[in-house]
């Protein structure tokens, strides 16, 4: 059975597809099956992936309103294990689309429902909290938060986990905080240490020990349609991501035991 995670944050930047491709990248190397599936109308999580002519392709967008089976919009990528669900061009318009449409919250889950030969499924979400992200939620089990160390940070978390409570309870009663990632950590930042200490303060167990600090070689990975850990394993943001994975794959140990 598949375990989906819905990446999501409301805010842009906080490196959220930096940490889909590079956590799905580091767990595909340890043999687990993986699919990322691109729901953000940017399609960044697609270009980081190497697919950068988006004409002609068919992913997300053609999945969410049934024009075609998701077992049909999946690519192999460069990575042995990964695959790509990507978004399509037609995406940008699919939150006005989706307003008429019947049971419009749980098409992405509908369409999901019956990939069970992925081990995980992580879901990159678009920067807001509409109907897009919302179908998410409803398809996923767990959600995990990219959350960037600065001033604002926990006035956003709080606008984020009161939308997972209002999805569990009426929509999805079965989704859970798997964490919260503490990213672009700066150690020479006073602030950067101040805002992670408040958010493990209020959060606890549910924040992530792993940090992934600001790194050059991070930001420069995705102008080469290349994951971090591909571009550079050595660096310190790629070796974030790796014990961040290693992290998660404890987690699901623990729970599953």
């Known amino acids: 059975m598949s375990k ?20 799905a990248t580091a767990l595909a190397a340890v043999g687990k ?5 691109d729901f953000d109308p940017q399609g960044n999580a697609t270009t980081g992936l190497g697919f950068t002519d988006k004409n002609g392709l068919v992913g997300s967008y053609e999945v969410l309103i049934g024009q075609i089976p998701a077992t049909r919009a999946t690519a192999a990528t460069m990575i042995p294990h990964l695959s790509l669900m990507p978004a399509s061009l037609h995406l940008s318009g699919a939150e006005i689309e989706l307003v008429v449409m019947k049971n419009r919250e749980r098409l992405l889950h509908n369409a999901l429902k019956n990939l069970h030969y992925f081990d995980f499924i992580f879901i990159d979400c678009p920067p807001s909290l509409g109907l897009l992200t919302i179908n998410a939620l409803v398809a996923a089990d767990q959600v995990l938060i990219p959350l960037q160390c600065e001033f ?41 240490a101040q805002v992670a200490n408040d958010v493990r303060h209020h959060l606890k167990n549910k924040v992530y020990a792993t940090q992934i600090p600001r790194n050059v070689r991070v930001a420069e990975a995705p102008s080469f349609g290349k994951p ?12 974030a991501y790796i014990q961040l994975a290693k992290e998660i794959l404890a987690q699901e140990e623990r729970i599953a035991a």
Not at 33 to 37: A, D, H, S, T
Not at 170 to 187: A, E, K, Y
Not at 229 to 234: A, F, M, R, S, T
């Open 228 to 239: 971090a850990i591909l571009y550079d394993v050595n660096c310190l943001g790629s070796q």
């Open 33 to 37: 099956k993986i699919l990322v599936v």
């Open 4 to 23: 989906i995670i819905a990446v999501v944050n409301q805010k842009g930047g906080v490196g959220k597809t930096t940490t889909t491709l590079n956590v």
């Open 152 to 192: 604002y940070a926990l006035e956003g978390l709080s606008q984020i986990l009161y939308t997972l409570s209002t999805v569990r309870e009426n929509l999805n009663p079965r989704l859970v905080l798997q964490g919260i990632v503490l990213t672009m950590f700066d150690n020479r930042s006073s602030l950067s």
